[in-house]
């Protein structure tokens, strides 16, 4: 059963840094890409981040880009998600995500972990 | 404002029908397959529909997904209350390279 478990969320001020991390379960890591997707209170869902099975592509929304890093650790089977220079817009719930096969879709979801950026 | 365009609500009585809408462009919807995703209020979304119109395992079907030119449509057929819930669409866009979702559609089963 795949099973995807984020943590590191928190409260930090602006101008802050946090790194997240997603534990993967249930499946043969190294072989899928994984991304971030967050979703503001009361938002929709904000693609943030993919990162190739390999680690070797890596893709970002123009709104983090610079700011944040993804990164996966194999031995560890988890993906990881640094984030510098914080904003108050980037206050959201952050889940981890496999992507399927061909990496167009995200079949498999974590329940998620809640960042705030405020002072 | 999303890539992606779905209209931000739609309803039905229960054992009705009801589609969504996802209206995108050449470079999203047009040159990439869609998935659909389900959410209930205060958990994670779950895939509902892949490559425009497969469904993954557990998912009945009564849910069911087309796509033709930048318009990809997912249907609901026999509607229940616990199908109530927020609907988005979601695809890659060759041109921000990277994943675009929808707003999000609520569906409220009257």
């Known amino acids: 059963e795949v099973q995807l478990l984020e943590s590191g969320g928190g409260l930090v001020e602006p101008g802050g840094s946090l790194r997240l991390s997603c534990a993967a379960s249930g499946f043969t890591f190294s072989h899928y890409a994984m991304s971030w997707v967050r979703q503001a209170p009361g938002k929709g869902l904000d693609w943030i981040s993919t990162i190739s099975g390999s680690g070797r592509s890596t893709y970002y929304a123009d709104s983090v880009k610079g700011r944040f890093t993804i990164s996966r650790d194999t031995s560890k089977k988890t993906l990881y998600l640094q984030m510098n220079n914080l904003r108050a817009e980037d206050t959201a719930v952050y889940y981890c995500?496999?992507?399927?096969?061909?990496?167009?879709?995200?079949?498999?979801w974590g329940p998620g972990t809640l960042l705030t950026v405020s002072s | 404002q999303s890539v992606l365009t779905q209209p931000p609500s739609v309803s039905a009585a229960p054992g009705q029908r009801v589609t969504i809408s996802c209206s995108g462009g050449s470079l999203n919807i047009g040159n990439n397959d869609v998935s659909w995703y389900q959410q209930f209020p205060g958990t994670a979304p779950k895939l509902l529909i892949y490559?425009?119109?497969k469904r993954p395992s557990g998912i009945p079907d009564r849910f069911s997904g087309s796509k033709s030119a930048t318009l990809a449509i997912l249907d609901i057929t026999g509607l229940q209350t616990g199908d109530e819930a927020d609907y988005y669409c979601?695809?890659?866009?060759?041109?921000?390279?990277?994943?675009?979702f929808g707003g999000g559609t609520k569906l409220t089963v009257l």
């Open positions: 979601g695809t890659w866009d060759s041109s921000l390279i990277g994943a675009v």
């Open positions: 995500a496999k992507n399927d096969e061909r990496e167009l879709c995200f079949d498999y």
């Open positions: 490559d425009n119109n």
